[in-house]
C-alpha cells in the first residue's frame, strides 16, 4: 500500500554534499516510521538514520551522526537526507524504507524487516 521512490544520488567529491528525497505513495505513510539504509559493493546492508512517524525523534548510525541529517514533510509525502561531509566510505546505494515500528526501535533492530522498500539511488563519492 506504500511506494517509495528515492532520488538526488549523483557522483560527488569528498567534502561536498547531496540531498536525497524519498517519495511515497499511501494514506497510512504519514504514520510510519522511515529509515534509510544504504549498501556498499561486497559490504552488508547498513542501517543509516530514521525518523519518527511525527517528526518527533531521530536517529542516526554512528558513522553518520553529526554529518547527515534526515527529516520528513508529511504534506509532500516525502523524506529527505541531508548530507554533508562526505567521504569515500559514503559510497553505497541508498535505499528508503517505511514501517509502522517505532523510530527507536528500528534503530535498535535495523535487520528486523521493513514493510515497504524503494528501489534505491546510488552515490559515489570520489577525490
Known amino acids: 500500500q506504500v511506494q517509495l521512490v528515492e532520488s538526488g544520488g549523483g557522483l560527488v567529491q569528498a567534502g561536498g554534499s547531496l540531498r536525497l528525497s524519498c517519495a511515497a505513495s499511501?494514506?497510512?505513510?504519514?504514520?510510519?516510521?522511515v529509515v534509510w539504509f544504504r549498501q556498499a559493493p561486497g559490504k552488508e546492508r547498513e542501517f543509516v538514520a530514521s525518523i519518527a512517524w511525527n517528526s518527533g525523534s531521530a536517529y542516526y548510525a554512528d558513522s553518520v551522526e553529526g554529518r547527515f541529517t534526515i527529516s520528513r514533510d508529511n504534506a509532500k509525502n516525502t523524506v529527505y537526507l541531508q548530507m554533508n561531509s562526505l567521504n569515500s566510505e559514503d559510497t553505497a546505494v541508498y535505499r528508503c524504507?517505511?514501517?509502522?515500528?517505532?523510530?527507536?526501535?528500528?534503530?535498535?533492530?535495523?535487520?528486523?524487516?521493513?514493510?515497504?522498500w524503494g528501489s534505491g539511488t546510488l552515490v559515489t563519492v570520489t577525490s
Open positions: 524504507a517505511a514501517d509502522p515500528k517505532g523510530a527507536n526501535y528500528i534503530a535498535t533492530n535495523p535487520y528486523d524487516g521493513m514493510a515497504f
Open positions: 499511501g494514506r497510512t505513510f504519514s504514520t510510519y516510521s
